[in-house]
């Protein structure tokens, strides 16, 4: 049952969370469609994705280890009821309605989507990604990221159950290295074999991204401690951003070959500066968690569920209303994305994240 008594709210967090929803939203839009800049394009999809997985990642690691802290142990159990109920009715519901709309508007067999519509249901549609290309299911290319997260939750409890079993932060340190260099050399190996992207972009073969933000959540202080150091937050922030610059200038994964193989963990590694740069300095800490910031970041799991249909059924409309300018068509997309994922998050969401509070032992964001 709850525990009113212990919480674990970091505002700025849903700042960085609405940062890399909102990232992602401009990578599949138009609005950077010029050839110039392709490269920084694909970026902030990259960026956007793995910075949320690391958030993730830290998060739930982070709760995980003050439960254990606070109660004593941990229910794997109430971990995963509280996943389901934050991530499947809104998952479903939407998967459901898109197989309704291919049924009735799309030109897709019958049998195909209802094979993809399984593939969603058994979170295994990024497998099926990694052999047969992204799913054609109307609007819905981009949730193979929630099957890779949904497999992920199998590795988060292990990860701390190994860490509260040892003890230690350097025998933590020494598994997660271990791991990341594991999936480095598998990535070589598909490599060298010849597999085409998407196969390592969406299986869990790039699974040391979450390596990144459970060592964070369990063998660090940030987010615990209230110390605020405004220098090393300028030498994280100016590090990321020497990373993240490298990272544009050779290419994301598909394209650049040495991404495909190391690209994650350097990518996962300049998520954490970020966050490490955020918790150290107030002047971000108030900027990404400003009632703004932090209602996006509140929505932002229907910003990313939603932004596809918005962009594809607004940009429609707006053909026939015959407005071109891309700036335009951007800013009504993302406001019809906000509206729904605002308009999902209090009809459909909030009412399972108040029952998972029955299953919750620290508090995170009220819901």
């Known amino acids: 049952m709850a525990n009113g008594n212990k919480t674990f709210y970091l505002p700025w967090i849903d700042g960085l969370r609405a940062v890399a929803a909102l990232s992602v939203v401009v990578h599949h839009s138009d609005l950077l469609a010029e050839p110039s800049i392709a490269a920084f394009r694909n970026f902030l999809g990259w960026f956007g994705v793995d910075l949320f997985l690391v958030l993730s990642a830290f998060l739930l690691s982070r709760l995980l280890l003050i439960e254990r802290k606070t109660t004593g142990d941990v229910s794997i159990l109430n971990f995963y ?15 459901t309605l898109a197989l309704l709309w291919g049924l009735i508007w799309g030109d897709q067999g ?31 290319s981009h949730l193979w990221t929630i099957a ?3 497999q992920a939750y199998l590795l988060i409890p292990i990860a701390t159950a190994t860490y509260f079993s040892r003890g230690h932060v350097r025998g933590l340190k020494m598994a997660l290295a271990a791991a990341a260099v594991g999936f480095m050399l598998m990535r070589l190996g598909v490599v060298l074999i ?19 933000g459970i060592f964070m959540g369990l063998g660090t202080s940030v987010g615990a401690s209230m110390d605020l150091r405004t220098r090393k937050s300028l030498l994280s922030a100016t590090a990321a951003l020497l990373i993240l610059s490298a990272l544009v200038w050779m290419g994301p994964p598909g394209i650049s070959r040495v991404c495909e193989v190391i690209g994650y963990p350097v990518m996962a590694f300049a998520c954490c500066l970020i966050v490490y740069a955020v918790s150290m300095s107030s002047k971000l800490r108030a900027a990404f968690g400003c009632r703004p910031m ?74």
């Open 148 to 150: 890779l997260e949904e």
């Open 294 to 367: 932090r209602h996006l970041g509140k929505i932002s799991y229907g910003i990313y569920v939603f932004h596809i249909f918005a962009l594809t059924e607004t940009a429609k409309v707006l053909d026939q209303l015959e407005v071109h300018n891309r700036f335009s068509r951007f800013a009504v997309a993302v406001v019809v994305t906000v509206l729904l994922a605002d308009a999902s998050y209090r009809l459909l969401e909030r009412p399972f994240l108040l029952l998972k509070n029955r299953f919750t032992s620290v508090q995170s964001r009220p819901a």
């Open 110 to 140: 019958t049998m195909q989507l209802f094979g993809w519509y399984v593939s969603h249901l058994t979170f295994t549609q990024n497998i099926e990604a990694a052999y047969h290309g992204y799913t054609p299911f109307p609007f819905s």
């Open 81 to 95: 009821i509280r996943r389901a109920l934050r991530i499947w009715p809104l998952y479903l519901s939407f998967v």
């Open 194 to 212: 010849g597999r085409s992207h998407p196969f390592v972009w969406v299986s869990p073969l790039r699974a040391d991204t979450f390596l990144f």
